[in-house]
């Protein structure tokens, strides 16, 4: 316990990440003081929004410093603890970042029971992404029984599960995904009732055949090419949850597009509700969350699935593969055992 190893933010990116904005560094273990717990990670999650904390515009949370700790959620197993409230052992969910090991003095760290379900899903469809996908469904898209759902990105951590939720309440399920075999995956594994392939030269058009009465809830993930086919479909009173914007994070220019103003006309004659939102919006809603997802996937409502990285050296690499869609499922990082 003499070594531990990290990953800092080396240099803002300036469009595309790449290696260079990444350092791995080696630190001594440290040692927790009064009150505090050590932890050790084991799972490492990674997610869209990381792309946004490694820039220093205006957004809603502070941007990651250079030199700084890459922010990320975490499974972690307590290998020391001064903390009554933590033992040794206890497997948490915390937000320790790109490290093997880092200090807590106990706030925001919830115990997971790994008897319950895999521990990994603390990062994935029992975490963050799928309360995403429970919240901004749920709380914004307000899906009825018979209404036509459309989700971006329907193969990834959240848009799977928000097509899966979206059968649930009665509603159709159409996924848009990269590629034959995630499409194959959303519609014959999840029981979407199509997924269409936007990098099909006839996306627009297979994307409206899907539709015939139009799309009243679409779940937005990407942005770009996706939102401009998606966009003259949405029915009046449409409810559109934007989650993110995958597509553009890398985008260096800020020029409205052309058809702008034809998209307001839009929202206002259809009486358009876009709302985007992020998941700390619905704290309130997280009792909700755990008990019907766990129930859900326990009854094998809701599937799902997980791509692991295996150690934090290839975090970076494992990073801008997700930015393109390389990652199939959650995107995950194996960064230690189970158990020490």
């Not at 595309?16 to 990444?22: D, V």
């Not at 922010?71 to 903390?83: D, F, L, R, Y």
């Not at 995956?185 to 269409?196: I, M, Q, R, S, T």
């Not at 030269?201 to 994307?207: E, G, M, T």
Request: contains cysteine; proline residues 6%.
């Amino acid at each position: 316990m003499s070594a531990a190893k990290r990953v800092v933010l080396a240099s803002r990116p300036h469009g595309e990440p790449g290696l260079s904005n990444f350092r791995v560094e080696d630190y001594a273990v440290p040692t927790p003081g009064d009150g505090e717990v050590l932890l050790r990670t084991i799972w490492l999650s990674l997610d869209p929004y990381m792309r946004g904390r490694m820039s220093d515009g205006p957004s809603y949370a502070a941007p990651v410093p250079v030199d700084g700790v890459m922010e990320g959620g975490t499974v972690c197993e307590v290998i020391a603890s001064n903390n009554p409230g933590f033992a040794k052992g206890d497997i948490v969910l915390a937000h320790a970042g790109w490290q093997t090991h880092a200090i807590s003095d106990g706030k925001g760290l919830r115990k997971l029971d790994p008897k319950l379900a895999p521990i990994s899903t603390g990062v994935g469809i029992l975490g963050m992404p799928g309360m995403t996908a429970y919240t901004g469904l749920l709380a914004i898209g307000n899906p009825q029984a018979g209404e036509t759902v459309v989700v971006a990105a329907a193969s990834g951590a959240v848009g799977s599960a928000v097509g899966q939720i979206a059968k649930i309440k009665g509603a159709r399920a159409i996924g848009i995904a990269g590629g034959a075999d995630k499409c194959r995956y959303v519609k014959e594994e999840l029981g979407f009732d199509e997924c269409l392939d936007h990098r099909d030269p006839d996306f627009p058009a297979k994307l409206k055949a899907a539709c015939p009465g139009g799309i009243d809830v679409y779940f937005e993930n990407v942005g770009g090419a996706v939102f401009e086919a998606v966009f003259p479909l949405l029915n009046f009173f449409a409810r559109i949850p934007v989650c993110g914007l995958i597509a553009q994070y890398n985008d260096t220019t800020s020029e409205a597009p052309k058809w702008a103003g034809a998209m307001m006309r839009n929202v206002l004659t259809k009486r358009l509700n876009f709302r985007g939102f992020i998941v700390r919006d619905f704290a309130s809603m997280h009792g909700d969350f755990l008990r019907d997802m766990s129930q859900w996937v326990r009854e094998g409502k809701v599937k799902y699935k997980e791509h692991v990285t295996e150690g934090l050296d290839n975090a970076p690499t494992a990073f801008m593969g997700l930015l393109k869609g390389a990652n199939f499922g959650k995107q995950l990082v194996r960064v230690g055992a189970d158990k020490a």
